[in-house]
């Protein structure tokens, strides 16, 4: 497992840059954490770290999946919110699984509520709150 402590919201850059040079080959990335952890905030964050221009990012609540493409390497990067799914059909509806087999970067937020189909390679990646309200990030394959 590997960690990065990220004290407060200007050791964000920081935090997604060296979360970033440990992404690898990997392509699908779970976030787990309570709601408040900044999951949405991290992920924001290591979009614009991968080249996502600033104004395109945002959560996908409402949209479930929000698609970007990498300015510097014009890599297509996923973001999935599956909060407010009602069941694992709606995902599948989805094509979720087509995502998660394209080879682009799929970020997802919530993954506990497709677990049954999360690739076998998925990255966990769990924030968590500290006392302090710094976050820590432990990553885990």
């Known amino acids: 497992m590997k960690t990065i402590q990220v004290?407060?919201?200007e050791a964000?850059?920081?935090a997604a840059r060296e979360f970033a040079s440990l992404m690898g080959d990997n392509t699908v990335f779970a976030f787990y954490g309570d709601m408040g952890a900044g999951k949405t905030t991290f992920i924001?964050?290591?979009?614009?770290?991968?080249?996502v221009d600033t104004d395109d990012t945002a959560s996908p609540t409402f949209a479930l999946i929000n698609e970007y493409r990498s300015d510097t390497t014009a890599?297509?990067?996923?973001?999935?919110?599956?909060?407010r799914i009602e069941d694992l059909d709606e995902a599948l509806e989805?094509?979720?699984?087509d995502y998660f087999?394209?080879?682009?970067?799929?970020l997802l937020?919530?993954?506990e509520r497709v677990a049954p189909v999360l690739p076998s390679d998925t990255v966990s990646v769990r924030i968590?709150?500290?006392?302090?309200?710094?976050?820590?990030i432990e990553i885990s394959e």
């Open 12 to 14: 964000l850059p920081a």
């Open 94 to 97: 989805l094509g979720i699984e």
């Open 44 to 51: 924001n964050e290591l979009c614009r770290t991968l080249g």
């Open 101 to 106: 087999d394209s080879g682009a970067i799929c």
């Open 128 to 136: 968590r709150v500290n006392d302090d309200d710094s976050r820590t």
């Open 7 to 9: 004290p407060n919201l």
């Open 109 to 111: 937020e919530w993954p």
């Open 75 to 83: 890599e297509l990067i996923y973001h999935f919110d599956f909060y």
